[in-house]
Structure formats: C-alpha cells, structure tokens
C-alpha cells in the first residue's frame, strides 16, 4: 500500500490571510455526512477567501481588520449567516445551516461553496460604516459568488427587478452588466470608496461610470426583452429564492 500523501494546499504569502478555523457541532447528521462528503474545510475556506479578496482587493489593498474566520456547521434553521465574535469584532464567524446542507445534497459541492463564498464576502467588504444600502451589501456578496461560478440554477434574469439595490442575485446581475459594459472594476470602486468607514454615496456610480445609477439602471431594464425574457444569465426559471440569512 502506497504511504498516504496529504493534498496540501499552500496558503499564498502575499495575501495576508488569516486562520481560519472550523466547528462542526452535528457531526453525524445526515447534512454533515453530506457536507464531508462533498467538501474538505481547509480547501472550501481557503478557497472561498481567495475567490473574495481576487474580486475585491488586490493584496496591499486587503483589509487588515479580519483578525480570524471560523466556519461552524451546526443544525439551525434557514441557510447561513455571517456575525462576528460577541466579544471582538475582528473575529468573524460563518454559520452553516447543516439540516440547508442536507436539503441541497443533490448539488451539495457547488451550493455549499456558492453560500460559502457569499458569506465570505460579508467578512471582508466595507459597508461605509453601516450607510451602505443592505440591496448593495447582498448584491456585492452575490456578485463575487456569480463571478467565482457559484450561481444556482433557480437564479433568473426572466424579469427586471423593480430597482437596482433590490438585493442578492437581482443587484448582482446588474452590477455585472455595468462591469461588462462600462470595465471592470466598477464593484471594487464601489466598495473602496466606503473604505475607512466613509459614508456611502450613491454618485460613485457616476464617478466611475460617469453615468448616474438611475441612468445605468435605465441601461439595463432595457436589456430585458418585453417577451423573450431576458438575455439569459441565471437560467432556470424558477422564483428566486434568498440562499442566506444575512
Ligand atoms: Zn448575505
């Protein structure tokens, strides 16, 4: 029998991560079988880190704020959330709902990484201390989990959302449009220029764009054919449904 080699996945210098650290508190249920059947935690972490800080930062821009990340998979009820250590802020905590884990075992992989990679996103963007639209936080955390190819199949673009900061996938394919029409780097502009705790302004959008958003969102909902539903992206058809918590 051949020695047992580990898969080691060496941690990139320059980007400054921190440890990351995991919980499993229902070891034996049927959504952590799943989950340890499907993902290995030091891969999916690492791996969920890197898809976020490549998205948003490039490594001398990193926030040094995030001190720790622990992943807990615990049986609890909805899909995931992000919160921070009750006693230090820069210690950031991902709750996984194990029994939303066993609910998604047919596409365990790709589900977990996708919540995983949004939630990751709230452990690193600025939110301009607390200014920044809630639409605008979930639309960015599901941006980078759409770029990173994490999207699920019930995300559709069949229909315009009533307006650009409706949140979660609806924002982030809008967000995605300006990123494909206007450059890239749209988001991590946005995102910077909330960096320190600076308030949020909706004219960063014209700043970058040099268009306001009201215009880019006009932009968009005309990309939306009156009867062919859409120009595709999401697929599936099926009503969206939020895949996490916060
Ligand atoms: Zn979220």
């Known amino acids: 029998m051949a020695p047992y080699e580990p898969v080691y996945i060496p941690v990139p210098a320059d980007w400054s991560i921190p440890p990351l650290h995991f919980q499993v508190h229902d070891s034996a249920s049927f959504g952590s079988i799943t989950f340890f059947d499907n993902v290995k935690p030091p891969a999916l972490m690492l791996e969920a880190v890197l898809h976020v800080l490549k998205a948003l930062y490039v490594p ?51 589900e977990i990484y996708g919540v995983i990679v949004h939630e990751m996103v709230h452990c690193w963007q600025f939110d301009g201390g607390g200014t920044c639209p809630g639409g605008l936080i979930e639309g960015i955390a599901d941006w980078v989990r759409l770029k990173a190819g994490f999207a699920p199949p019930h995300w559709s673009r069949t229909s315009p959302p009533e307006k650009w900061d409706a949140g979660y996938e609806q924002t982030a394919f809008f967000l995605s449009f300006i990123e494909d029409k206007y450059g890239s780097g749209t988001v991590v502009k946005l995102n910077e220029s909330m960096r320190d705790g600076r308030k949020w302004d909706e004219g960063v959008f014209e700043g970058v764009t040099g268009r306001g958003v009201e215009v880019l969102w006009g932009e968009y909902r005309r990309t939306f054919g009156r009867t062919s539903g859409g120009n595709g992206g999401g697929g599936g058809g099926e009503p969206a449904v939020p895949t996490h918590g916060v």
């Open 60 to 110: 001398e821009s990193v926030p040094r704020h995030v001190r720790s990340i622990t992943l807990i998979l615990r049986p609890m009820p909805g899909v995931a959330h992000t919160t921070s250590n009750t006693l230090d802020d820069a210690h950031k905590e991902i709750h996984l709902s194990s029994q939303y884990v066993a609910k998604n075992a047919g596409r365990a992989r790709d």
